[in-house]
């Protein structure tokens, strides 16, 4: 099983800061396999990055990913009210497809 | 407009069963994979099965294996999750999610239905 390790666990900025979530697996896997989602408050995860680096359809370009191998990084480069939120790494390339805990991104 | 609705949670004993729906719209369902996914109160996302677009690849986390059954019916536009012997750590709001197949993430999800396993 990947065990996928996100940092840091909360992140506190303000909007118009820059926002850098770290995603690091237990072992080696393809970068097309690496997703990235956000969460609000009562609400379904939604897909915000796909194969590391491909934005999902209406997702803003102020959201970004990059990484490969076990380091995965999603940055958002200017914070929006509306993106504070947990964010989720998900590994889709083996089962069991796992994701990491989750970092929140609070004011 | 792609929409997945749940359906089909509630309060439940230990030891006890019940059925999840997920209807789906919006897209040719028959066409996707589907899985399940919970999030347990307060807690991170957990995969818990997945069924390919034919229902010929089924697959389970270890903690429902032998518990948990999934299953589709693409002429309803329909994914089914039967759980029995439900314990107090299956309680957890359960989404449905599709995905497009091998090497695809799960791009869209439902709002989810509620499990509450207690006495």
């Known amino acids: 099983e990947i065990v996928l390790t996100q940092s840091p666990g909360t992140l506190s900025l303000s909007p118009g800061e820059r926002a850098t979530l770290s995603c690091r697996a237990s072992?080696?896997?393809?970068?097309?396999?690496l997703g990235w989602y956000q969460q609000k408050p009562g609400q379904a995860p939604r897909l915000l990055i796909y194969?590391?680096?491909s934005r999902a359809t209406g997702i803003p370009d102020r959201f970004s990913g990059s990484g490969s191998g076990t380091d995965f990084t999603l940055t958002i480069s200017r914070l929006e009210p509306e993106d504070f939120a947990v964010y989720y790494c998900?590994?889709?390339?083996?089962?069991?497809?796992?994701f990491g805990q989750g970092t929140k991104v609070e004011i | 407009e792609v929409q997945l609705m749940e359906s089909g949670g509630g309060l439940v004993q230990p030891g006890g069963s019940l059925r999840l729906s997920c209807t789906a719209s919006?897209?040719?369902?028959?066409?996707?994979?589907m899985h399940w996914v919970r999030q347990a109160p307060g807690k991170g996302l957990e995969w818990v099965s997945g069924i390919s677009w034919g229902s010929g690849d089924i697959i389970y986390a270890d903690s429902v294996k032998g518990r948990f059954t999934i299953s589709r019916d693409n002429a309803k536009n329909s994914l089914y999750l039967q759980m029995s012997s439900l314990r107090a750590e299956d309680t957890a709001l359960y989404y449905c999610?599709?995905?497009?197949?091998?090497?695809?993430?799960?791009?869209?999800w439902g709002q989810g239905t509620l499990v509450t396993v207690s006495s």
């Open positions: 998900q590994q889709y390339e083996s089962s069991p497809w796992t």
């Open positions: 919006g897209f040719t369902f028959g066409d996707y994979a």
């Open positions: 999610a599709s995905r497009r197949g091998s090497g695809w993430p799960f791009d869209y």
């Open positions: 194969g590391a680096s």
């Open positions: 072992q080696s896997f393809s970068s097309s396999s």
